[in-house]
C-alpha cells in the first residue's frame, strides 16, 4: 500500500500527461470526466498526508456511527435534543463518505472521476453541507426553548415540530445543492479537465468552464449568502434572547448549569461556520491556490470528526447511555 502511494505521489504529473487519462476528452472539446491534481504537488508529503486523512476518516465513521447507534439504541435519549444531534451525526457521516474514499483512492490509483460521477459529488457536497447549517439552526432553537420556555418545552418542541424542522432543514439543503448542480449542467467544459482540488467543488469547477460563468457566480453567491445569512442570524437571534435570560437568572450556578447546555453546540457551530469562513476567505485572497486546498481539509474532514467527541466528552446523559449499552453489550 504504501509503496503504491508513494509511486503516485513520485509521478503524478507524468500520470497525468499520459493517453489513458487524456482518454477523458472526447474529440479535444468535451469533456467526459475530470482529473484531480489533489495533494501532488507535496509529494514528499503524501504517505504521511494518506495516513492522517485514513485516521481521520476511520475515527470520524466510528465516532458518528456509533452516536447515531447509541441514540437510536436508548430510550433515554429519545428527547429532541438529541433526535438533532442524531440528525447532525447522520449528516456528517454521509458527508465524509461523498468525497473521503474518492480522496482516499486517488493517492493509490489513477485520480480520474467522471463528469457524471463529478456532478453526484457536487450535489451531494452541496446537499449535506447546507444540510447541517439549517441543522444547526434547529439545535440552536431548541436550546432556546429549553432555557427561554421551559414550561412550554414538551409542548413547543413537539414530534411533529421536529420532524418538520428536519425536513425543512433536508428540503433547504436539497434546493440549494439542485441550484448549484443545475447551474453547472448547463455549463460545456472544453480542452482543460484538471481540477486543482481533492473533490468536485463549485469554484474549482468554474475555472475550467469554457463558456461565461457569470450566471454560475451569481447563484453560487446568493445560495451561499442566503444560507449564511438565514442560519447565521437565526442562531445570533437565538443565542442572543438566551442570554439574556442566563443573565436574570439569580444564583450563579443556575447560570453555570444554563450555559453549560448550550456549550457543545456553540463549539460546534464555532468550528463549522468559523472554518467554512476561513476556507473561502482564503479562497478569496491572493496566493497560492494549494493554500485554500489544504485550509478546506480542516473544514471537510476534521470537523465531521470533531463533532461526536464534542457531544460526548461534554455530554453525561451520552456518557450514560454508553456505560449502560457497553454493559448491555459485554455482560
Avoid at 476528452?25 to 482529473?35: K, P, Y
Avoid at 480520474?112 to 457536497?125: A, D, E, K, P, R
Avoid at 437571534?237 to 447546555?261: D, N, Q
Wanted: hydrophobic residues 50%; positive net charge.
Amino acid at each position: 500500500m504504501l509503496l503504491l502511494i508513494i509511486s503516485q505521489c513520485t509521478f503524478p504529473l507524468f500520470l497525468q500527461g499520459t493517453p489513458q487519462k487524456r482518454m477523458t476528452l472526447r474529440n479535444s472539446s468535451s469533456v467526459t470526466g475530470f482529473i484531480f491534481v489533489g495533494f501532488s504537488e507535496q509529494s514528499e508529503l503524501c504517505v504521511l498526508l494518506f495516513l492522517l486523512l485514513l485516521g481521520i476518516y476511520v475515527f470520524t465513521m466510528v465516532g458518528n456511527l456509533g452516536l447515531v447507534t447509541l441514540i437510536g439504541l436508548n430510550s433515554s435519549l429519545h428527547t429532541p435534543m438529541y433526535f438533532f444531534l442524531f440528525n447532525l451525526s447522520f449528516i456528517d457521516l454521509c458527508y465524509s463518505c461523498v468525497f473521503t474514499p474518492k480522496m482516499l483512492s486517488d493517492f493509490v490509483s489513477e485520480n480520474v472521476i467522471s463528469f457524471v460521477g463529478c456532478m453526484t459529488q457536487l450535489f451531494f457536497f452541496c446537499f449535506f453541507v447546507n444540510s447541517e447549517c439549517y441543522v444547526l439552526v434547529a439545535m440552536a432553537y431548541d436550546r432556546y426553548v429549553a432555557i427561554c420556555k421551559p414550561l412550554l418545552y414538551t409542548v413547543t418542541m413537539s414530534p411533529q415540530v421536529c420532524a418538520l424542522l428536519m425536513f425543512s432543514s433536508y428540503m433547504a439543503g436539497f434546493m440549494g445543492a439542485m441550484a448549484h448542480t443545475g447551474s453547472m449542467l448547463r455549463l460545456s467544459f472544453c480542452d482543460s479537465n484538471v481540477i486543482d482540488h481533492y473533490l468536485c467543488e463549485v469554484l474549482p469547477l468554474l475555472q475550467l468552464s469554457c463558456t461565461s460563468t457569470w450566471s454560475n457566480q451569481l447563484v453560487f453567491f446568493v445560495v451561499v449568502g442566503a444560507v449564511i445569512t438565514t442560519s447565521s442570524s437565526s442562531i445570533f437571534v437565538s443565542y442572543a434572547l438566551i442570554l439574556r435570560s442566563i443573565l436574570r437568572i439569580p444564583s450563579a450556578e443556575g447560570r453555570a448549569k444554563a450555559f453549560s447546555t448550550c456549550s457543545s453546540h456553540i463549539l460546534a457551530v464555532a468550528l463549522f461556520f468559523g472554518s467554512g469562513a476561513f476556507t473561502y476567505l482564503t479562497t478569496s485572497l491572493p496566493g497560492p491556490v494549494h493554500q485554500s486546498k489544504y485550509a478546506s481539509i480542516f473544514y471537510t474532514n476534521v470537523v465531521p470528526m470533531l463533532n461526536p467527541l464534542i457531544y460526548s466528552l461534554r455530554n453525561k446523559d451520552v456518557k450514560l447511555a454508553l456505560g449502560k449499552t457497553l454493559r448491555k453489550v459485554l455482560f
